[in-house]
C-alpha cells in the first residue's frame, strides 16, 4: 500500500523573481507501507523541507502530496490538525521534551491534548514505556536523564498514538555513537514489529546504513535513490561512495 505519494513537489523560499530560492524542484516520490526511508544530501539540499511539506507542517509552491490516497491539500484546518496529531509522530534533532514534564508525562502528552480518558492513556504509556525499556526512568524529568533517554522518551511520545508514519529530523544529531545505535537498533524494531512507515534525514551514514532505502537530493531536486540489500556494512560503503559523488557539506551539524 502506498503512504505518501508526492507529484512534482515544487517549493520557492521568498518572492518569484526577487531572491526566491527553489528549495525543492520537482520531487516525486512514492513511500509504501513499511518502509524505513533515509533521506540524505548535503546542507541546504532541502532535506528538512521536504519533512515538512510531507508532513503537512508546509505547502508546496506547486505540485501534490498524497497520504494514503488523500491530497493533503484538501484537508482543512481540522482535519489537517488531526492528521498530524493522529497519523504521524515527530521525532526531532534536539528532543523537544518538556522540562517541566516527567518522561511518562512527555510521552503521553500527545493523548493529553486529544483528550483521551485517562485510563486508556495509562494502559499505554504502561506498555509504551516497558517496550522502550523506560521503567527506571518513567518519574525523572528531562533534564535528569542522558541524550539517548532523552531521544527514546521522544521516540515513545511520537509512538503513542500509533501514527502510520514517523518522521524523524537528524535523530541521531545530538547523540554518542552508541546511543545513536541504540536509536537506530529501536526504529528497525519499531519498523519490523510495528508495521511503522519511517522517513528519516539524517547526514550520518552510520544512522542511513540502517535504512532499507536512501534518497539522495541535491539542489532540491532527488539526485539518486539506493536500496539496502541486506548487508549493513555494504550498504554503509555504498552511502559513503554516493555521498563522495554528490560531494558539498554533509557533515555541518
Ligand atoms: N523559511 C525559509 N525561508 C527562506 N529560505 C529557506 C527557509 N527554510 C529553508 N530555506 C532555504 O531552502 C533551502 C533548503 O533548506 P532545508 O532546511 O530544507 O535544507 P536541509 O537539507 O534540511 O539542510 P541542513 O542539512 O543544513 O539541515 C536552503 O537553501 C535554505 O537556505
Ligand atoms: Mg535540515
Known sequence: ??????????KM??????????????????????EFVGIMGSSGSGKTTLLNILS????????????CGKNLQDFGDDELAEFRRDDIGFVFQ???????????????????????????????????????????????????ISGGEKQRTAVGRSLITNPKIIFADEPTGNLDSK????????????????????????????????CKRIVFLF???????????????EFFDHIIKCQADIGGVFNDI
Open 179 to 210: 546511543s545513536s545505535k541504540n536509536i537506530m537498533d529501536l526504529f528497525c524494531k519499531l519498523n519490523t514489529e510495528k508495521e511503522s512507515t519511517i522517513l528519516m534525514v539524517t547526514h550520518d551514514p552510520f544512522a542511513a546504513s540502517f
Open 13 to 34: 523560499y521568498g518572492e518569484i523573481e526577487k531572491n526566491s530560492i527553489n528549495a525543492l524542484a520537482d520531487v516525486d516520490l512514492i513511500i509504501e507501507q513499511k
Open 56 to 67: 503537512g507542517f508546509d505547502h508546496p509552491t506547486t505540485g501534490s502530496v498524497q497520504i
Open 1 to 10: 500500500m502506498i503512504v505518501i505519494q508526492t507529484e512534482k513537489i515544487n
Open 219 to 233: 539542489d532540491g531536486k532527488i539526485h539518486s535513490i539506493i536500496k539496502n540489500n541486506g548487508d549493513r556494512e
Open 94 to 144: 534536539d528532543f523537544q521534551l518538556l522540562d517541566s514534564l516527567t518522561v511518562k508525562e512527555n510521552i503521553v502528552l500527545p493523548l493529553i491534548l486529544a483528550k483521551k480518558q485517562s485510563d486508556i492513556i495509562e494502559k499505554k504509556a504502561h506498555d509504551i514505556i516497558d517496550y522502550l525499556g523506560l521503567n527506571k526512568i518513567f518519574n525523572k524529568h528531562p533534564y535528569e
